[in-house]
């Protein structure tokens, strides 16, 4: 398995390059499903810090049908009626608790609803910024919406749509303040939602040569967009603004929001190109599963606010399954569906062709009202395995669908037909340059069979075999290697040619034997054949081969030091037996029984002696010192003895 194993990651390396070289040619988009719902659970599973960030958790909730934990809603109702009665919450504070009051529908004191709309009035009188305005104005009409109080209107309606008009810039960006030259892409999305916000509380119809003069501010923005080659736009959100920094996530979220708003309160077109709408979508979609809170909210509230608008919906035409199996006879399965994935109108999809593949012909697909796709399942008859871009086209069954969605004229989509390769007319042999043949075995790589072959470095090796798609035709496939292997681990490729309807390499031994080492013994030879729409893909040992090559010259290339095994050098290493000094050889028990009394012989000796000397001469102080000098002697003689005994045991024994 070790040996095997490079040439296997080696297989699925290539074939990965295959399969990521080819999508970059066309991308397919994928609606939101059930992953999004999974990743939003995980995302905002946390406590709240913040009504804004509470509103976000809900909303996304909301807009995936996701459902939201049960004290969530306890706990943001009770945040909401603190603020709304608190007389030092600020406008932001005030404008997102009516957004999660708009969620969770809490139960707000009619009296604390007067005070709030009239400090909202009071601020939009006096604002002097436009996050003043977007606050003040995005409050009083969440108030209107929730049914909070009836008939709200806006005093001065016109002159506080020009008051915002005259923070908007010639490219189409807004300031934030009159007072600050700097604009943003960011900005201009709020001033456009607080236009709109303008709109619906105005008692009277705004002049329309103002929102005449806002929609080409709309399309001005517009000019801005950046694309990407497989269709999708956005909004830069490299931002010159010195306290922002918004990134192009929240900048196309901002626009979106603003010109899907506008667009609601205002009659006629804004006649913005429907392939800029799908190219928003296209990007949020493109997107994937954003890490980040903030990045997630953005998406799922952007494709909510695409999903029913009245400038373009939408739709997005998608694959189940971009891989077909021939072997399966798996049908080709293509859907039709809003981003946020419900149902698309009656309509018809036509298969236009197939690039660089005249066989498909132009076919409409079969609808499926059971599973909701459109059907192809004429495949296998008409197509072999391979990879295809097919391009399709969407036709709406009502004419009038045109213009309240918008689709690709035409969609090309990567496709992948597999199927099982048929490998047949397989031959190895060893050839001689004067007899021809002289050893020829046939492979057979259904089964376990190993081939055994003699060689010397006069003859030459030969192998060739034959591959057939399912409808019969020559296969050339990504990879075609023959590796042969010295017993001693140095390994040699070789790339099989193509000839056109088979596949064959010679190997001349004569001419390799400097690449070989000179090394003679058995060689291992391994086939790997391979390609991603190949299912049968193998790499496996065919046989041996025991080469007989000459003496290596006194200069001849030396083979390669192998690397060491990863698995032994980081397996299990042999266990360490702790070998301890042998102990010390002591002399017999009754030895040293018998040194021990002699030794303690001349001790009570010594004792007694002196006893009786301090009975005899009295304490003087004379006689004192003589006795303790005595002792000394006669302790310093006994140690003598001692250690030369114990030395001349040790060096006996």
Known sequence: MARSLPGFLALIV??????????????????????????????????????????????????????????????????????????????????????????????????????????????????????????????LVLVKNQALKDDLYLADAEGVFRSIKALSQSDGRWRYSS??????????????????????????????????????????????????????VYF????????????????????????TSFAAVTSGNLNLPGEKILGLAKFFLGVGIPGDAKDFFNQVDSLACLENNRVAIPLILSLPATVNSLTRKDTLKVKVSTVLGSDAPPLK?????????????????????????????TLEKSVDVGNYIFVFEIVFNDPEHKKAYAVESKTEVPIFLTGAVKVGNAKIAVLDSDLGSIETQNLDFAGENLVSLGANHLQKLKLRFQLTTPLGHPFKPHQAILKLTHESKVEHVFVVGNTGKQFE?????????????????????????????????????????????????????????????????????????????????????????????????????????????????????????????????????????????????????
């Open 236 to 259: 830069d959100g490299e931002e010159s603004d010195a306290h922002e920094n918004q990134g192009p996530i929240t900048s196309t979220w901002s626009v979106i929001r603003g010109i």
């Open 179 to 232: 007072s600050n030259p700097e604009s943003s892409t960011y900005a201009a999305g709020l001033a456009l939602e607080a236009l709109a916000g303008v709109i619906s509380l105005s008692s009277s119809e705004i002049d329309q040569s103002l929102i005449g003069t806002t929609k080409n501010d709309i399309l001005k923005l517009f000019e801005r967009v950046e694309k990407y080659d497989d269709g999708a």
């Open 349 to 377: 999809i036509k298969l236009v062709r197939a690039k660089d593949t005249p066989a498909i012909e132009s076919q409409e697909l079969k609808f499926d009202s059971a599973n909701k796709v459109h059907v192809l399942d």
């Open 14 to 139: 290539a074939v990965a390059l295959i399969c990521c070289s080819f999508a970059a040619a066309a991308s397919t988009f994928q609606p939101i499903s059930e992953s999004h719902r999974s990743a939003a659970l995980e995302t905002f599973d946390r406590s709240y810090g913040s009504l804004e960030e509470t509103y976000e958790a809900l909303q996304t909730f909301d807009v995936l049908g996701v459902e939201r934990k049960p004290d969530v809603g306890t706990a943001a109702c009770q945040s909401v009626s603190q603020t709304l009665v608190s007389s030092s919450s600020t406008l932001k504070d005030i404008f997102y608790a009516l957004k999660v009051n708009g969620v969770l529908k809490c139960e707000v004191d009619a009296d604390s609803v007067e005070g709030i709309v009239s400090t909202l009035q009071t601020a939009v009188g006096s604002a002097s910024s436009l996050l003043e305005f977007y606050h003040s104005i995005g409050g």
């Open 505 to 653: 390499i010679v190997l001349d031994f004569l001419g390799l034997v400097e690449k070989f080492y000179y090394l003679s013994g058995k060689y291992e030879i391994q086939l790997t054949v391979g390609d991603a729409v190949m299912e049968n893909s193998f790499f496996r040992v065919i046989g041996h081969l025991d080469l007989d090559l000459p003496e290596a010259p006194e200069k001849a290339p030396r083979p390669p030091v192998q690397p060491a095994d990863v698995y032994s050098r980081y397996g299990p290493k042999a266990e360490i037996a702790h070998i301890f000094r042998a102990p010390e050889k002591r002399p017999p028990q009754e030895l040293s029984l018998a040194f021990l009394g002699l030794t303690v012989l001349p001790l009570l000796g010594f004792i007694i002696g002196v006893s009786s000397e301090f009975i005899t001469v009295g304490n003087t102080h004379e006689n004192f010192h003589f006795t303790v000098d005595l002792g000394r002697t006669i302790i310093n003689d006994i140690t003598k003895q001692v250690f030369s005994f114990e030395n001349r045991e040790r060096s006996e024994g």
